[in-house]
C-alpha cells in the first residue's frame, strides 16, 4: 500500500531557530501534498497545500513567511518552520494524494512533534 | 464551508459493547469520506474508506456507512476491545480534489 514518512518522528528546538520537516511518498509520486497541524486534544488544521514545482496555497491565518514550503518532486515535501517559538510547537502530519488513480484519497505520514524551547 | 461534527465528543464502554460514532457534515455535496483512528502522539491510520457511489464498507469488526442527502455518517464498532482505545476522526473529500476538512474526533475508551 501506499506509505508516506516523516522525519524527524520528533524534535526539540530553542526559541529562533528553523526546523524543517521532510515528507516522503515512498511508493507513489504525490502530485500534491497537504500539511497539518494538530493542536492537543484537537482535529487538524490544513496549513497548506503544495504542489510538485509551484509554490504551495496557504490557508487563511498560516504565515507563509513563517511556514516555508517547498515540493521539489514528486515525492518530496519540506515544511520549514522559522524563528520557531514556543506557540509554534505542536504536531505536524502531511499527507500525499496519488498522482494517478480515480479515487481521491490521501495517504497520511506518521506525524513529526515540534517542541520549542 | 464545510463543516463536520463528531458526537460524542467522548465515550466510555465496557469491553464487549457495540458502539457507534457519528460523523455529520452540513455539506451534502461530497466525494468521499474517511475514518481515521489516531492513538495518543500518533499519526493516524486509515480504517474505512466510502467513495461516493458506495453506502457502506467493512472491514473486520468495524462498518463504515454514508448517507450523503443527510449529512451524515456512522462508525460501527462491534465488539468492542480494549485496543478500541484511540480517537476517531471522520474526514470528508468534497470533490474536484479540494482540500479534506476532518472532524472534531471521538474519544473512545473501552475499558477491560
Known amino acids: 500500500g501506499a506509505v508516506v514518512s516523516q522525519h524527524p518522528s520528533w524534535v526539540i528546538c530553542k526559541s529562533g531557530t528553523s526546523v524543517k520537516i521532510e515528507c516522503r511518498s515512498l511508493?507513489?509520486?504525490?502530485?500534491?501534498m497537504f500539511w497539518y497541524r494538530q493542536f492537543p486534544k484537537q482535529s487538524l488544521m490544513l496549513m497548506a497545500t503544495s504542489n510538485e514545482g509551484s509554490k504551495a496555497t496557504y490557508e487563511q491565518g498560516v504565515e507563509k513567511d513563517k511556514f516555508l514550503i517547498n515540493h521539489a518532486s514528486l515525492t518530496l515535501s519540506t515544511l520549514t518552520v522559522t524563528s520557531a517559538h514556543p506557540e509554534d510547537s505542536s504536531f505536524y502530519i502531511c499527507s500525499a494524494r496519488a498522482a494517478s488513480g480515480s479515487a481521491d484519497t490521501q495517504y497520511f505520514g506518521p506525524g513529526t512533534r515540534l517542541t520549542v524551547l | 464551508k464545510q463543516e463536520v461534527t463528531q458526537i460524542p465528543a467522548a465515550l466510555s464502554v465496557p469491553e464487549g459493547e457495540n458502539l457507534v460514532l457519528n460523523c455529520s457534515f452540513t455539506?451534502?455535496?461530497?466525494?468521499?469520506l474517511q475514518w481515521f483512528r489516531q492513538d495518543p502522539g500518533k499519526g493516524l491510520t486509515s480504517l474505512l474508506l466510502i467513495q461516493s457511489s458506495q453506502r457502506e464498507q467493512t472491514s473486520g469488526r468495524l462498518n463504515a456507512s454514508l448517507d450523503k442527502s443527510s449529512g451524515r455518517s456512522t462508525l460501527y464498532i462491534a465488539a468492542s476491545q480494549p485496543g478500541d482505545s484511540a480517537t476517531y476522526l471522520c474526514?470528508?473529500?468534497?470533490?474536484?480534489?479540494?482540500?479534506?476538512?476532518f472532524g472534531t474526533g471521538t474519544k473512545l475508551q473501552v475499558i477491560p
Open positions: 455539506d451534502s455535496a461530497i466525494y468521499n
Open positions: 474526514a470528508v473529500y468534497p470533490g474536484g480534489y479540494q482540500k479534506v476538512t
Open positions: 511508493d507513489f509520486q504525490a502530485t500534491t
